[in-house]
């Protein structure tokens, strides 16, 4: 049953700001992601102009996308190979 359903793209933001997308099937797969805390780690270690995605005192939270964020989701993961991980940043990160 579960390989009948359709990924939906789920939106982490950090203090209120969208920072990363993924696509999954079932929202507990989302929540799933959303509290891993490899995710988190890398939300913490990541940059955007030289300013942390988050730090501990942040307040994460896992909403569904917005239609600009689906869009631009769907366009980057066209480009991807199908065996990537279905996330993305929403904002440009430092390399690192």
């Known amino acids: ?14 203090d209120r700001k969208p920072v990363l997308a993924f696509a999954v099937k079932k929202h507990e797969d ?11 780690t890398k939300l913490r270690s990541a940059n955007s ?5 988050c730090d501990g005192l942040s307040i ?7 239609a600009d964020e ?14 990537s991980l279905a996330a993305i940043f929403l904002v440009d990160v430092d390399a690192g």
């Open 30 to 40: 989302a929540d799933a992601f959303f509290r891993d805390e490899v995710v988190r």
């Open 70 to 83: 689906r869009a631009r989701h769907r366009e980057e993961m066209a480009e991807r190979s199908p065996a």
């Open 60 to 66: 994460l939270r896992l909403r569904l996308t917005n």
């Open 1 to 14: 049953m579960t390989d009948s359903l359709s990924l939906s793209i789920f939106t982490i933001e950090s």
């Open 49 to 53: 102009s030289g300013v942390p995605l």
